[in-house]
């Protein structure tokens, strides 16, 4: 039964992939094709396109009032009447007419900058309309990767357990086995299969997402996704500079800042009812019977200045000037809520960036320890010396660090996508753009300043200053209190990795600056430099054994030169506090210092160890490639 049950899901996992590519699509594709798809053909971005093209149209009607209106009137009738000369008779009259606006309060030049202003309203709603179905599409995009990863974690854990099932199956049957463990892989078994449903579901649910947003179902192959380089840097991942940088582009924001100045014309388009109306007429007019209703053609020509002046019309004026006060009103609400959105959407994600950053390492660390761990357990079980249950568990916590480690991997790019809409750039860190859009210059009757700190001030929340308890180092001495046995230790003592003093080593007592601040090469002789191939666990100074060979560079320099030193460059990541990465630089330089001494026999007089910090990354960024790149040693060997 079990096995039919197997054999039928794995049947219903082919048949619904099969179904998802029945229909034909591209072998391969990436987020930059389907984003640039999906703004040049998404409804609701046709929509607020035409909505934009509407709002130019309004601006042509509204300067429409600065030209002449000309009329030209004509009527033909026939008459019967019982007096006068002619009682019955045909008519026919012609009039043209011309009218030209003097003066009207300053409503025609009120309207038009009002309809100017609400043009660039509309603009920057869809740009941000355009943002938001780039975000959506890069989410489904990324998503789709990672149930489609997913799926295939849940797959191979089932196909483990099938194997398992098997071979307790078997021994069952034989008689060797125990009938308790294979009641045990079963449950299990019917663990992993509802798993695999669920991915399965999961991706389902993804892919139609998928397909409303771009209109078609995604490649079978999808390139990596990589944001990265579009972050700001380290230095500007300030909540503050974020912001800043997200009031001039973050489109939403922009179109509730021009909305409060396009309703500010409409109180002026009100106020200017109160003035009167001055008009230039011009008439010629002609008709073939005279004022008598003789057969007599006459004409007549006039010009001159209308004056129209309202004294009443029941109030109706004073309720426009309040509702047109009101109209800012509420476009002064919008722009709050605009503002504190934005705000939120860009604490959250800049909070998740540099959380999974932090994490990735962990996590990733846990994945390959379970692999390790299952691969070892699985050798150990087949001899008989790990139960089934050890077994079993080993693959589920091996399963469950890969989920994890994955989906902290796209939740990262997520975030990053977000951040990037939340400032208004997504569209353009993608390069991609929506065909036939105006620029603001081209539509605005002036162009807005302000100040931001008044308009949408950074308020951080009360975890942003210690969101972190794995950073907190309470007496400063480049050992965190999560590993800190000694967190009492005097200010400026040499610490070991616990954080406890320590005496310092013989060369550090010599020739070794406290910081980079302290050294210089501008006088020294350079021979030589190049990298040492040592790595450092994260928050570590501890040197492993293993990498003892990689000095060999380093002691045949200065075999090789007699009158030779070398400085030791200790470098950090961007991770982590500033200074607490300047600390351990230093420590890290001054280990691979004292190993040198310990293990070629130099002379402490010839080595110097200075530690950089993170001043000097190789790559500008915070991830687990950059990372381990930034986190190095260095060596310079100088003519003493």
Not at 271 to 299: C, K
Not at 326 to 340: F, I, M, N, T, Y
Not at 486 to 502: I, K, L, Q, R, T
Request: include cysteine; charge should be negative; charged fraction near 25%.
């Amino acid at each position: 039964m079990k096995k039919r049950q197997i054999f039928g899901l794995l049947g219903l996992v082919t048949f619904s992939l099969s179904a998802q590519e029945s229909s034909p699509r591209m072998a391969s594709a990436s987020l930059e094709q389907y984003v640039s798809k999906s703004i040049n053909s998404n409804p609701e971005i046709q929509a607020s396109w035409r909505q934009l093209q509407i709002a130019m149209k309004d601006v042509d009607i509204a300067k429409s009032g600065y030209l002449p209106s000309i009329d030209v009137l004509a009527s033909s009738a026939y008459t019967e009447r019982n007096y006068g000369l002619d009682q019955d008779y045909a008519g026919h009259t012609a009039e043209i007419r011309l009218t030209q606006l003097l003066y009207d309060g300053f409503f025609t030049s009120s309207e038009v900058s009002r309809f100017k202003q609400a043009q660039v309203v509309r603009y920057y709603e869809l740009m941000g309309e355009i943002e938001q179905k780039s975000l959506e599409t890069a989410l489904a995009y990324m998503d789709v990767q990672l149930y489609r990863e997913l799926l295939s974690l849940a797959e191979k854990n089932l196909i483990t357990h099938v194997d398992v099932f098997k071979q307790i199956e078997e021994s069952v049957i034989a008689g060797v086995g125990r009938r308790a463990d294979l009641e045990q892989i079963s449950g299990r078994l019917s663990l992993s299969e509802s798993n695999v449903l669920t991915e399965l579901s999961n991706l389902h649910d993804v892919t139609a997402r998928f397909l409303r947003l771009v209109g078609e179902k995604p490649a079978e192959a999808l390139a990596e996704v990589s944001l990265s380089e579009a972050m700001p840097t380290s230095v500007a991942m300030d909540l503050e500079s974020i912001l800043l940088a997200a009031y001039e582009t973050n489109p939403s924001f922009n179109a509730t800042i021009y909305n409060i100045d396009a309703q500010r014309f409409a109180i002026d388009s009100a106020r200017s009812r109160y003035h009167p109306q001055v008009n230039l007429t011009a008439s010629y007019g002609a008709q073939t019977r005279d004022e008598a209703a003789l057969n007599n053609t006459i004409s007549e020509a006039s010009v001159g200045v209308n004056f129209s002046y309202n004294i009443y019309n029941g109030g109706a004026d004073r309720a426009a000037i309040r509702q047109a006060l009101s109209q800012v009103d509420l476009a002064k609400d919008l722009r709050d809520k605009a503002c504190v959105d934005m705000r939120q959407t860009i604490q959250i994600a800049r909070n998740d960036i540099q959380n999974i950053s932090e994490q990735l390492p962990s996590l990733n660390a846990h994945r390959l320890s379970s692999d390790r761990v299952k691969s070892a357990y699985m050798d150990q079980f087949t001899i008989g010396e790990r139960s089934l249950l050890d077994l079993l568990d080993s693959e589920n916590e091996y399963y469950e660090s890969s989920r994890a480690y994955v989906q902290a991997t796209y939740t990262l790019e997520k975030a990053r996508a977000r951040l990037l809409a939340a400032s208004g750039v997504l569209v353009k860190a993608l390069g991609v753009s929506r065909n036939g859009v105006a620029s603001v210059s081209e539509l605005a009757e002036k162009e807005l300043r302000y100040d931001p700190n008044h308009v949408c001030p950074a308020t951080r929340t009360s975890l942003d200053d210690e969101r972190n308890i794995l950073k907190r180092d309470s007496d400063s001495d480049g050992i965190v209190d999560l590993w800190d046995d000694c967190v009492n230790s005097a200010p400026g003592a040499m610490v070991d990795d616990f954080g406890c003093e320590a005496s310092a080593p013989e060369p550090q007592a010599l020739n070794t600056p406290a910081s980079a601040a302290d050294f210089t090469l501008d006088d020294a002789h350079v021979l030589a430099s190049f990298s040492i191939n040592i790595s450092f666990a994260s928050n570590s100074s501890k040197i492993s054994s293993e990498y003892t060979s990689s000095l060999a560079q380093v002691i045949d320099a200065l075999e090789q030169y007699d009158n030779a030193g070398v400085i030791i460059h200790g470098h950090a990541s961007l991770d982590g506090d500033a200074a607490y990465n300047q600390r351990l630089s230093e420590r890290r330089a001054s280990a691979i210092a004292a190993l040198l001494i310990e293990s070629a026999d130099i002379d402490s007089r010839r080595i110097t160890s200075v530690g950089y910090g993170e001043t000097r990354p190789l790559i500008d960024e915070e991830s687990l490639a950059a990372n381990a790149k930034n986190r190095r040693i260095e060596a310079t060997i100088i003519q003493l």
